[in-house]
T-cell receptor
């Protein structure tokens, strides 16, 4: 049982480049989330999804896009990378039925934009 | 508006003593969940404890307990018998059940356990 898998773990981008952070979960969770964590700071919600085909903006969505075509996958697209997007990105999932519905996190993806 | 407030950027505690990490929250949703996560220096996020808004009793998980004061909108984490391995960042988080399952985090408190 892999849980939440994020790829890549590390990436360096040049300003203006685009990339996709992949996130997959094998727990059949309906909810999935993308966060960014700047050094020494808390987690800021970028986008989230309550099920396949449904996505919604979080606190800091500008410069990002998401899609949720399947229950398992929730990729995060960065268009026209900027230095301000240098951060650690966490994907998380949860199943909120009859329990706490805590978030299960991936290991994080460290992105540097130069 | 800030939904989760953690007013203690850093805390120190002596090994084997208890420590309380503060968290206040703001929501008008009657149904919500409150969570605490630990982030050690290695970077992973570790779930510690959960409190539902309708739960009558304070949650406990081993050495962790949550002091839930609903009227004051506070959900403080109490760690008993601190260990050196408890040194980490601690985040309070809230999920609003009727507002799109938004799951937001506070800025965190860095706890340092002294030998």
């Amino acid at each position: 049982n892999a849980g939440v898998t994020q790829t890549p773990k590390f990436r360096i981008l040049k300003i203006g480049q685009s990339m996709t952070l992949q996130c997959a979960q094998d727990m059949n969770h309906n909810y999935m989330y993308w966060y960014r964590q700047d050094p020494g700071m808390g987690l800021k919600l970028i986008y989230y999804s309550v099920g396949a085909g449904i996505t919604d903006k979080g606190e800091v969505p500008n410069g990002y896009n998401v899609s949720r075509s399947t229950t398992e996958d929730f990729p995060l697209r960065l268009e026209l990378a900027a230095p301000s997007q240098t951060s650690v990105y966490f994907c998380a999932s949860s199943y909120h039925v009859g329990g706490a519905g805590e978030l299960f996190f991936g290991e994080g993806s460290r992105l540097t934009v130069l | 508006a800030q939904k989760i407030t953690q007013t203690q950027p850093g805390m120190f505690v002596q090994e084997k003593e208890a420590v309380t990490l503060d968290c206040t929250y703001d929501t008008s949703d009657p149904s919500y969940g409150l969570f605490w996560y630990k982030q050690p220096s290695s970077g992973e996020m570790i779930f510690l404890i959960y409190q539902g808004s309708y739960d009558q009793q304070n949650a406990t998980e081993g050495r962790y307990s949550l002091n839930f004061q609903k009227a004051r909108k506070s959900a403080n984490l109490v760690i008993s018998a601190s260990q050196l391995g408890d040194s980490a960042m601690y985040f309070c988080a809230m999920r609003e059940d009727n507002y799109g399952q938004n799951f937001v985090f506070g800025p965190g408190t860095r706890l340092s356990v002294l030998p």
